[in-house]
């Protein structure tokens, strides 16, 4: 039986066929190792985004604990904390690292709860936690002809001391004037400082009234305050139980308002005293 060999139009397909299976393979070698570079990378920045937050938590615990502490954690956001300014890291040549940090207000004790209340109603925390945001970029997505970056964020609160001194915290009564006329207002505003003379703002008070003593005592009045208890007025008269009080009396005489809140489990204190209700 004779053979025949291949044509030349046969050996020109199959030519190329070998070269398109060759190309093929090709492009998915460069494919697979352009995606395996990039996970590398991906995986590179999540190390160092994770590493960096850590090293600001670390920062902070360091400069905000009393009472080793330099530095105010209500000034954060000024305070020359670590990536601050961007930087490159010299083990991870191409990788920059910046950290950013910004107010986050949160409800107390819940944004489900506050949430119900008008918006100048809820009781809001906002100088107690930082959210952090590390961002980490590396190289240019010619897709999206943007820098390729990976962003972690994670909130950073006040650090809390390990054994608060007691008291950890100062609070202060300021009232407008020392006597109320019968039926009259007082306004009433209070704040803390801790043992670092440091503002606290986060912190909500409850009040008492406190008769005087000795002869000029026994002076009684009623408080209406905010939610959060940072502001209130005292009144110069004694309402009901009934629902809607109604007024019963007058308190003459002298008396003592006492603001009360908690930080970090202790109870923190002001005192106004000698608030004469005149009859």
């Not at 050996?11 to 393979?25: C, Y």
């Not at 991906?42 to 090293?55: F, I, P, Y």
Request: with cysteine; proline share 8%.
């Amino acid at each position: 039986m004779k053979r025949r060999g291949l044509t030349l139009a046969e050996a020109i397909v199959a030519i190329f066929v070998m070269l398109a299976g060759v190309v093929v393979m090709v492009r998915l070698f460069h494919t697979s190792l352009r995606y395996q570079t990039l996970v590398d990378n991906q995986s590179t920045a999540v190390m160092l985004a994770e590493r960096e937050m850590e090293r600001v938590r670390g920062w902070s615990r360091k400069n905000h604990t009393s009472p080793l502490a330099p530095l105010n954690f209500n000034n954060f956001l000024s305070d020359a904390y670590p990536g601050k300014t961007p930087y490159e890291d010299s083990d991870f040549p191409g990788f920059q690292i910046q950290t950013e940090a910004v107010a986050n207000a949160i409800y107390s004790p819940c944004s489900l709860f506050e949430l119900l209340y008008p918006v100048a109603e809820r009781r809001v925390i906002r100088n107690s936690a930082r959210k952090i945001t590390v961002t980490v970029s590396w190289g240019w997505d010619p897709y999206n002809l943007a820098p390729l970056k990976h962003e972690l964020t994670s909130l950073v609160a006040w650090p809390t001391c390990r054994v608060p001194p007691s008291p950890p915290a100062t609070a202060t009564v300021a009232a407008a004037g020392s006597s109320i006329p019968q039926g009259g207002p007082m306004p009433v505003t209070v704040s803390a400082l801790n043992t670092d003379n440091y503002a606290l703002g986060d912190l909500f008070y409850g009040y008492i009234v406190q008769p005087g003593v000795g002869n000029l005592g026994g002076g009684f009045g009623s408080v209406s305050d905010e939610r959060d208890g940072r502001a209130a007025t005292l009144h110069n008269y004694i309402l009901s139980g009934a629902v809607p009080p109604v007024v019963t009396g007058y308190g003459v005489g002298r008396c003592d308002l006492r603001a009360r809140a908690r930080y970090r489990g202790i109870i923190v204190e002001g005192v106004k005293t000698d608030i004469d209700m005149l009859p």
